[in-house]
């Protein structure tokens, strides 16, 4: 499942986030603002997401959508 928490997209080149165009021109004055920082973690950390592994792991587990057929949106994991 794709999670989405607001950071940027990665560049399309063969660059590091951090090297790319789009990242230079809104994160240079401010690398921990929300859609500067790396969105890796995130996922795991949100309820839906730990729910959705709970339900796969137990028993006869089972696939769930966690977001109900909505994008899934994820909240940044320094506001968790």
């Known amino acids: ?4 928490s607001g950071t940027l997209p990665p560049p399309p080149s063969d ?3 951090t090297q790319g165009a789009d990242w230079l021109a809104a994160c240079t004055a401010d690398p921990s603002a929300i859609p500067c920082v ?7 950390r949100q309820p839906a997401a730990i729910a ?8 006869g ?10 994008p899934c949106r994820a909240v940044p994991r320094s506001q968790l």
């Open 61 to 70: 587990g089972r696939v769930v959508d966690p977001c109900e057929g909505q």
């Open 1 to 4: 499942v794709y999670w989405d």
């Open 52 to 59: 959705q592994k709970d339900a796969l792991f137990r028993p």
């Open 15 to 17: 660059v590091a986030p």
């Open 38 to 44: 790396d969105p890796h973690e995130d996922p795991r």
